[in-house]
């Protein structure tokens, strides 16, 4: 049985592409592309002879058969017009069908304009969601803004220009005025990153052009308080015998207020 390399290209500038993925590019026997005049101008510059067969989101169904027979017996390749296939581009019904028929798949991995744009941010990586294009009409879009409203963890999501403004507006209508990081063009020529708020890119991209990751600022925790009612539940445990250890404890539990906090009124009591 023979492999089906997922092989990333390069978002933008044609030198992100890794060694390896050049090397497996030059060794299979046919390369799937999601756009064959767009793959052909990479492989044209690494000087790669490897046959084409296109494979994209209106043909992805039909073709199937034809890659997966091919890769019984050859190497092949999957790329996409950019990144890795199968994250926002054809790629997942391919993959699928190849591990039915036990056909190995092996990824290459390389760019992302998902991880590029969310280091660059300023905004939280240690968790994130990634929720791909928004749906083309605002109910929809706004039904995935609504879905997501109370998430906590920064939100990655792609865009395409004509839409971009509805999409803002919507966000800020959605969202509220968050901050959020717009990459535009990311590793090509006119690359931009702009770090502020919804309400300030709206006035900002008049005219957008090009291609576009958003990274927007997960919903803030509304912070805990020490009220007046929990400094009298502190002097009730005091006066009844409870110990400041188990009192802090007991109220750190209760409220989610830092314990330090807590002790700082205890002291003060």
């Known amino acids: 049985m023979s492999t089906l390399y997922i092989v990333a290209t390069p978002i933008g500038?044609?030198?992100?592409?890794?060694?390896?993925?050049?090397?497996?590019?030059?060794?299979?026997?046919?390369?799937?592309?999601?756009d064959t005049r767009k793959t052909k101008r990479l492989l044209a510059h690494y000087d790669i002879k490897t046959p084409l067969t296109s494979y994209h989101e209106h043909n992805k169904l039909v073709k199937l058969d034809y890659i997966l027979n091919r890769t019984e017996n050859e190497d092949t390749a999957l790329v996409s017009n950019a990144g890795m296939p199968g994250i926002s581009d054809p790629?997942?019904?391919?993959?699928?069908?190849?591990?039915?028929?036990?056909?190995?798949?092996?990824?290459?991995?390389?760019?992302?304009?998902?991880?590029?744009?969310?280091?660059?941010?300023?905004?939280?990586?240690?968790?994130?969601?990634?929720?791909?294009?928004?749906?083309?009409?605002?109910?929809?879009?706004?039904?995935?803004?609504?879905?997501?409203?109370?998430?906590?963890?920064?939100?990655?999501?792609?865009?395409?220009?004509?839409?971009?403004?509805?999409?803002?507006?919507?966000?800020?209508?959605?969202?509220?005025?968050?901050?959020?990081?717009?990459?535009?063009?990311?590793?090509?020529?006119?690359?931009e990153v702009f770090r502020g708020t919804i309400s300030l890119a709206i006035k900002h991209f008049k005219e957008p052009r090009g291609e576009f990751t958003l990274v927007i600022e997960g919903k803030k925790q509304n912070k805990?308080?020490?009220?007046?009612?929990?400094?009298?539940?502190?002097r009730n445990m005091r006066i009844s015998g409870a110990t400041a250890k188990e009192t802090i404890a007991k109220i750190a539990e209760e409220t989610s207020l830092p314990k330090k906090e807590i002790y700082q009124a205890w002291l003060k009591q």
């Open 13 to 34: 500038n044609l030198e992100d592409i890794s060694f390896r993925a050049i090397r497996t590019l030059r060794e299979v026997t046919l390369i799937a592309a999601e």
């Open 91 to 191: 790629g997942y019904e391919l993959i699928i069908a190849a591990t039915q028929r036990n056909i190995t798949v092996v990824p290459i991995p390389g760019p992302s304009a998902v991880t590029t744009a969310l280091v660059i941010s300023g905004l939280p990586t240690d968790k994130f969601i990634y929720i791909g294009f928004f749906p083309h009409k605002s109910s929809g879009r706004q039904h995935i803004l609504e879905s997501i409203s109370n998430e906590q963890n920064t939100i990655v999501a792609l865009e395409s220009p004509h839409r971009l403004p509805a999409a803002l507006n919507d966000m800020l209508l959605i969202l509220g005025d968050r901050r959020l990081t717009i990459c535009r063009e990311l590793t090509k020529i006119h690359e």
């Open 224 to 234: 805990p308080k020490l009220t007046e009612e929990i400094e009298e539940r502190l």
